[in-house]
């Protein structure tokens, strides 16, 4: 009897693991900034969903959340849940600097409708809603993406 208990033990635990292992997916995400003058960039990196509206913050580079206001429509969402960002931020990136981060995203949101957007802020600057945003999609995530704001381009690789 002990060992059967064991064994379902083992064999439940190998199943819950390997069902939250695929649950997400990690990718590398370098963030190119144009070569601006002045402090650093706040940067928002948001799933949006097919009906247009945020459904999770994938990451936010800038770990002050006094400013985080300044991301306008990304502090709408925040804002208003103030979710858990723990292990989703970092410091702020200056003109011409560049970052690597690991973004996770769930595979059944790619080829479903859903975008990302990235939006940039400076403080006393411009604030760039849609300093990049695509659709989620396998060929998307393979691609350079280039930027309207703050950031000159954004390429995501599979991990």
């Known amino acids: 009897m002990k ?3 064991t064994y379902s033990l083992l064999t439940l635990t190998i199943f ?3 069902s939250y292992a695929g649950s997400v997916k990690k990718y590398k995400c370098l963030i190119q900034m144009t070569n601006y003058v002045g402090e650093g960039a706040y940067i928002v990196i948001s799933l949006i969903n097919p ?3 945020y459904e999770k913050t994938l ?8 400013w985080y206001y300044e991301i306008t429509s990304w502090w709408k969402f925040y804002g208003k849940r103030r979710t858990n960002l723990d292990g989703r931020t970092g410091s702020t990136i200056s003109g011409g600097e560049r970052s690597m981060k690991i973004l996770e995203i769930e595979p059944s949101k790619i ?3 859903y975008q990302i957007r990235v939006e940039s802020a400076v403080e006393s600057e411009n604030y760039f809603e849609r300093d990049i945003q695509f659709k989620l999609t396998t060929a998307n995530l393979q691609k350079k993406h280039n930027g309207s704001g703050f950031i000159q381009y954004l ?3 599979p991990n």
């Open 155 to 157: 390429r995501i690789i």
């Open 51 to 53: 009906k247009g509206e």
């Open 111 to 113: 080829n479903k409708g």
């Open 59 to 66: 990451y936010v580079q800038g770990d002050d959340k006094e």
């Open 16 to 18: 819950i693991t390997s």
């Open 3 to 5: 060992r059967f208990l």
